[in-house]
């Protein structure tokens, strides 16, 4: 089993910054998984905001290309998520999700969620 716990949310105003972090722990350190950031607002489905892999590819959603950054740590089994520049519309719950190859395919597992709001 995996363990995802996300931390870093809060209430920023439009222009600001936050870091999002998410550790993970369990039967992980091993294996080739990948580590990535979805999100959720009011009303909408939950969609991908930033994905990396264990060799350090990238994939960002158009939305917010050039104003956030996600990284990892994989001595920490922890990725980042730096968000800059951020907008009224980056209001949502940041999840984290590890997706993790395993014999049957891949796995997921996800954290509970970290509230980002951005307001003046």
């Known amino acids: 089993q995996v363990q995802v716990v996300e931390s870093g949310g809060g209430l920023v105003q439009p222009g600001g910054s936050l870091r999002l972090s998410c550790a993970a722990s369990g039967n992980i350190s091993s294996s080739n998984n990948i580590m990535g950031w979805y999100r959720q607002a009011p009303g909408k489905q939950r969609e991908l905001v930033a994905v990396i892999t264990r060799g350090g590819s990238t994939n960002y959603a158009d939305s917010v290309k050039g104003r956030f950054t996600i990284s990892r740590d994989n001595a920490k089994n922890t990725v980042y998520l730096q968000m800059n520049s951020l907008k009224p519309e980056d209001t949502a719950v940041y999840y984290c999700?590890?997706?993790?190859?395993?014999?049957?395919?891949?796995?997921?597992?996800w954290g509970q969620g970290t509230q980002v709001t951005v307001s003046s």
């Open positions: 999700r590890v997706d993790r190859p395993e014999p049957a395919g891949w796995t997921d597992y």
